[in-house]
């Protein structure tokens, strides 16, 4: 069946990095457009970032642009986020989405936490 696993969240410093790793299985990763969301306590999931299939498309959220990149690896079918010079306000579940397009139904991963705070 189709898995997402996110790994890479935890406690940091504000100004620090993480990488954040989405790996997935039971499906043709290279033909799935791939996102990442994250969701702070009481407000609603926003779009992070997304990245085409073949990685030739990215997009991000204004409040990450310049500062969190993604990236895949279609040969080890696993999406990344990079995440540089993070905020307090970027406190949150962060999860991996994958759709298809022409296709309705998309997968996602069960999140992972990532906390700034000194």
């Known amino acids: 069946q189709v898995q997402l696993v996110e790994s890479g969240g935890g406690l940091v410093q504000p100004g620090g990095s993480l990488r954040l790793s989405c790996a997935g299985s039971?499906?043709?990763?290279?033909?799935?457009?791939m996102s990442w969301y994250r969701q702070a306590p009481g407000k609603e999931r926003e779009l992070v970032a997304g990245?085409?299939?073949?990685?030739?498309?990215?997009n991000y959220a204004d409040s990450v642009q310049g500062r969190f990149t993604i990236s895949r690896d279609n040969a080890k079918n696993t999406v990344f986020l990079q995440m540089n010079r993070l905020k307090p306000e970027d406190t949150a579940v962060y999860s991996c989405?994958?759709?298809?397009?022409?296709?309705?139904?998309?997968?996602w991963g069960q999140g992972t936490q990532v906390t700034v705070s000194a």
């Open positions: 990245i085409s299939s073949y990685g030739g498309v990215t």
């Open positions: 989405m994958a759709r298809r397009s022409g296709e309705p139904r998309v997968y």
């Open positions: 039971g499906f043709t990763f290279n033909t799935y457009a």
